[in-house]
Nanobody
Framework: QVQLVESGGGLVQAGASLRLSCTAS????????MGWFRQAPGKEREFVST????????YVADSVKGRFTISRDNAKNTVYLQMNSLKPEDTAVYFC?????????????????WGQGTQVTVSS
C-alpha cells in the first residue's frame, strides 16, 4: 500500500510558475512509476505527465509540453511537477498517482494509487 500526499498548489496569475510535490509513504518508492493527472470542473481526469522508476523515461501531454517538467527524488520519496508559463486553462485539481512497474504509463486506469489532489488556479 502506498499513500500519496500532494502539495504546492495555489492561486497564481497567468504566466507564473508553481512546483507541485507528491510525497509517498513506504520504502519502495523507487519501484513505482509516478504520474500526474488533472481534473477541471465538469471534465474528466486527464493525463499530464509520467516518469518511470529511474527517471530515465518521461512523457508529458501535448497540452503542457515545453511548459511542465516532471522529476523525482527517490531518496526523498518525492515526485515533482514544475509548471511554468501557467495559463487559465491549466486550472484544475492536480493528482499524483503511483503504479508498481518499470516503464512510464499514461493511462489513468494503469495506476493503482492516488493522492487526494491539490488545487491549482490560474487567473487571467
Amino acid at each position: 500500500q502506498v499513500q500519496l500526499v500532494e502539495s504546492g498548489g495555489g492561486l497564481v496569475q497567468a504566466g507564473a510558475s508553481l512546483r507541485l510535490s507528491c510525497t509517498a509513504s513506504g520504502r519502495t518508492f523507487w519501484s513505482y512509476t509516478m504520474g500526474w493527472f488533472r481534473q477541471a470542473p465538469g471534465k474528466e481526469r486527464e493525463f499530464v505527465s509520467t516518469i518511470n522508476w529511474s527517471g530515465g523515461s518521461t512523457y508529458v501531454a501535448d497540452s503542457v509540453k515545453g511548459r511542465f517538467t516532471i522529476s523525482r527524488d527517490n531518496a526523498k520519496n518525492t515526485v515533482y511537477l514544475q509548471m511554468n508559463s501557467l495559463k487559465p486553462e491549466d486550472t484544475a485539481v492536480y493528482f499524483c498517482a503511483a503504479k508498481h512497474g518499470t516503464r512510464a504509463y499514461s493511462l489513468r486506469d494503469d495506476y493503482d494509487y492516488w493522492g487526494q489532489g491539490t488545487q491549482v488556479t490560474v487567473s487571467s
